[in-house]
Nanobody, 125 residues
Framework: VQLVESGGGLVQPGGSLRLSCLAS?????MGWFGQTPGKEREGVAA???????IHAISVEGRFAISKDNAKNTLYLQMDSLKVEDTAVYYC????????????????????????WGQGTQVTVS
């Protein structure tokens, strides 16, 4: 399965962006991670094909993850962007169900996902 992200760019603080991630095959559990230079990837949000989702506290109320199963596409609506949201955002996916009884694992652990996109840069300045 290949994942292709799009939608990143430069935006002013308070602005909005919508990231998209197109999957070439079947996925069930999907997530977004953000990474800044010198740091590990941090979980932003995750969702399964039934629509159950989780968001990091830092983005709760500002970002919203969604998934269109018919289009094999994952989205991240990013509103009220802050300078500290600047990062490369990666789409991640796995064909297995999200392990919701371990929510931190689903949200934050890269080993929860088999497939990764190439990343898209989001710069808030």
């Amino acid at each position: 399965v290949q994942l292709v992200e799009s939608g990143g760019g430069l935006v002013q603080p308070g602005g909005s962006l919508r990231l998209s991630c197109l999957a070439s095959g079947y996925t069930y559990c999907m997530g977004w991670f953000g990474q800044t230079p010198g740091k590990e990837r941090e979980g932003v949000a995750a969702i399964d094909s039934d629509g159950k989702s989780i968001h990091a506290i830092s983005v709760e109320g500002r970002f919203a993850i969604s998934k269109d199963n018919a289009k094999n596409t994952l989205y991240l609506q990013m509103d009220s962007l802050k300078v500290e949201d600047t990062a490369v955002y990666y789409c991640a996916a796995d064909p297995a169900a999200c392990v919701w009884y371990l929510p931190d694992f689903v949200l934050s652990r890269t080993e929860a996902y088999t497939y990764w996109g190439q990343g898209t840069q989001v710069t808030v300045s």
